[in-house]
Each structure stands twice: as structure tokens, then as C-alpha cells.
């Protein structure tokens, strides 16, 4: 049945234009073709990834946090309770009005100290400052060099200036050390990012993210193992070009540099609303989409590759509206650049603040009603 399975997913009819198959990407008079088996290398630099991010964000991420004030918020720490931590962990972080009334009934606390307990057990579990200084300043580092390493990659390709060279002699294109290198540590990258994505801080557009990251592997696999690798080389670049000015905006947001995160943002904002919006679909697409099929018959490989071209394009559209929505707010109002996708609960922590406040006004003037004190005129009466 495997073999079976195997013998229809690798038929040349799925993944080359007619008159073309595996035979014509086979080592020959020294030149060298992309193969399948290639892939299995991503992912002992996957593992090799992850041990360097934890070796990073203690020895150079961590100091660096340090060296740019990145302060942590002062965290509540709620008091065990069982009947509270049962429903938090097994029914719903966010009990509904109808569940605090029933809680405070089984608990004997107030509905105030029901939803008090709550806003802080929430708050405990949100990733801490440090840390997402720390995933960001990783992100960045690779980003920005992997950039540096495509660019000085492609400088010298016909294809990064005429994106129609992409197809000369296609699928017989031989690979060279340069492109392999990129593809694998790029698919080793995205591979590492899928595996710790448990413990990453989980931000409000999640899902997307786990959407892009399967389609960006799967892109990146069936690309190679086809040969559209100079079209895979150009969408890495196209992609790594403003990510890296996202995560140094994260950084100095983190740190509280706010001038600097929002200037960093707005150049962001125009170099990615350029390159996904404008290069991405009317440069690459165009030349994946609309000139091969002037130069072969489109197959189930052509289809393949541009529809998850067009799921990544989709991503793009999404991260655009937030993008805009944060760029108009800043340039309108002069407001802080906030991360439309950062995670949730951002505002627990303000709430905790203004009850301290209360908490401290009460044990200085005594129990509060509509904004005044209340006196104590209970006095005992003398006989």
C-alpha cells in the first residue's frame, strides 16, 4: 500500500510539464540537481536552531535586554485556591457573570474577589517582558542576516533583475552550494519556529501564523523538489526584507524606546506594504502565475505552488490592514505604536494597578461609597 502510495504521489505527470520527468534532474558531466532527500538536512539544523536561540537569549539577548532597560511589571500573585484553579484550568479563563455569581457562593469570596482572582491568575500566565524581548531579538538577529546572506546570494543572478530569467532552462537547472544553503538553513528556520510554537508568546493572529509558517515549509519543500528554486530564492528575499525592521520595532517597544519603535515601525510599514502588496503579487506572482504558461502547458505542480503562493499573499492582506490600521492611528494622533497582534490580557495589569490604589485609599481612609468616606456614627451611648 506504501509503495503504491509512493509510486502516485512522485509520478512526473504531478510535478513536471509534459515530456519532462525525474530522469532529466539526475547528477550528470558534474552538474548538480536539487533532490528530495536534500530536505532530510533541515532538519538537524532545525534542532541545531533551537540549541542556539536558548544559548542566545541567555548569553546575548538577556544582557542586551538589560543594557536597554527592559524593566518587568511587578505581578499579583494569587492566593490557591482549588475551586477557582479547577474551573480556570479545566472550563474557561474568562468566567462569565452567571459563573461568578455561583463561584463566590462555593468559594465564600465577593463577585469583586472572584473577578480580582481571575484578572490576576490571567496575568500570571502572560509571557513576562524579558521574554518577548528575548524571541523578538532571536527573530531579528536571524532575519536581518539571513537577508544580508540572500541578497549577497542573488546580487549577481540575472534572475533578481529580469524575473523572467527564472525559467530559462527550466526544470534543468543546475543547483549551486549558495542556493542550497539558503533553502536549508531557511527551511530549517521555519521547521524550529513550528516546533517551539507552544512555548512562544501566543499573540491574537496565532492561527495565521501556524498557516504560514506549514505553508511556508511546504512552499519551500515542493519548490526544491521541483526546481522552482530561483523563484524560491526570490520570495525568501522578498520576505526577510522587512520582517527583521518588525522585530527590531518589537525590541524597542519592549525596552520602552517609544520614538524609536515608532519611526522603526512607520519604515516597516512602507517597505512592507511595498514588497508584499506590490513586488510580491504584480512582480513574483506574475511570473509564477502568468508567464509560465506562455513557455509550458500548466500541470499539478504549477497549480500547487501558486496556490500556496496565493494562501501566502492572502496573510499578506491581513497583516496589511493591522499594519495600516497601527501606521494611520500614529500619524493621525501621534499615538503609541501598539502591535495590533500583541497577546491578550494586555490590559489586566492596569486594572491590578487601580485596585492597589483602591486597596491603599481604603486602608489609609476607610471603606469608600460613591467617592466619599464612610464614618463610623455607630457610637455606643453612655448611660
Known amino acids: 500500500m506504501l509503495s503504491r502510495l509512493s509510486e502516485w504521489f512522485w509520478q512526473e505527470r504531478l510535478w513536471f510539464p509534459e515530456g519532462l520527468g525525474w530522469a532529466d534532474l539526475e547528477d550528470r558531466d558534474g552538474r548538480i540537481y536539487a533532490k528530495a532527500s536534500d530536505l532530510w538536512a533541515a532538519l538537524p539544523i532545525a534542532l541545531v536552531f533551537l540549541i542556539v536561540r536558548q544559548v542566545f537569549e541567555r548569553t546575548v539577548a538577556t544582557p542586551l535586554a538589560s543594557l536597554l532597560g527592559v524593566k518587568e511589571t511587578k505581578r499579583f500573585q494569587v492566593p490557591h485556591n482549588p475551586i477557582l484553579e479547577s474551573y480556570y484550568c479545566d472550563t474557561n479563563k474568562h468566567p462569565s457573570q452567571i459563573s461568578i455569581v455561583s463561584l463566590s457562593k462555593r468559594t465564600g469570596f465577593s463577585e469583586r474577589q472572584v473577578q480580582r482572582w481571575f484578572r490576576r491568575r490571567r496575568n500570571q500566565d502572560r509571557p513576562s517582558l524579558l521574554k518577548k524581548f528575548r524571541e523578538a531579538s532571536w527573530r531579528f538577529t536571524f532575519y536581518l542576516l539571513a537577508f544580508i546572506a540572500g541578497l549577497a546570494a542573488l546580487v ?23 542556493q542550497y544553503w539558503y533553502y536549508m ?107 509560465p504558461v506562455t513557455v509550458y502547458e500548466p500541470f499539478f505542480g504549477y497549480y500547487f505552488f501558486n496556490g500556496l503562493l496565493m494562501v501566502l499573499q492572502c496573510l499578506h492582506i491581513f497583516w496589511a490592514i493591522l499594519i495600516i490600521r497601527i501606521a494611520v492611528r500614529f500619524l493621525s494622533n501621534n499615538e503609541k505604536v501598539d502591535d495590533e497582534r500583541s497577546d491578550k490580557e494586555e490590559t489586566d495589569e492596569s486594572d491590578d494597578e487601580d485596585e492597589e490604589k483602591e486597596e491603599k485609599s481604603v486602608a489609609k481612609n476607610g471603606p469608600v461609597q460613591n467617592g466619599h468616606t464612610v464614618h463610623n456614627n455607630n457610637h455606643s451611648k453612655k448611660e
Open 185 to 291: 538553513i531557511e527551511l530549517g528556520f521555519y521547521s524550529s519556529l513550528l516546533f517551539s510554537v507552544a512555548s512562544d508568546v501566543k499573540r491574537k493572529d496565532f492561527k495565521e501564523q501556524i498557516v504560514h509558517h506549514v505553508a511556508t515549509i511546504l512552499l519551500i519543500s515542493f519548490s526544491w523538489c521541483v526546481n522552482y528554486i530561483r523563484a524560491g530564492t526570490l520570495i525568501m528575499l522578498v520576505h526577510d526584507s522587512s520582517d527583521y525592521l518588525l522585530e527590531s520595532a518589537k525590541m524597542f517597544n519592549y525596552a520602552g524606546w517609544r520614538n524609536a519603535c515608532n519611526y522603526i515601525f512607520i519604515v516597516f510599514a512602507a517597505v512592507f506594504i511595498v514588497t508584499r502588496l506590490f513586488i510580491f503579487p504584480f512582480r513574483i506572482l506574475y511570473c509564477t502565475w502568468v508567464y
Open 156 to 178: 549577481d543572478k540575472p534572475w533578481l533583475y529580469d524575473l523572467k530569467a527564472m525559467w530559462e532552462g527550466f526544470p534543468v537547472l543546475t543547483l549551486l552550494p549558495s
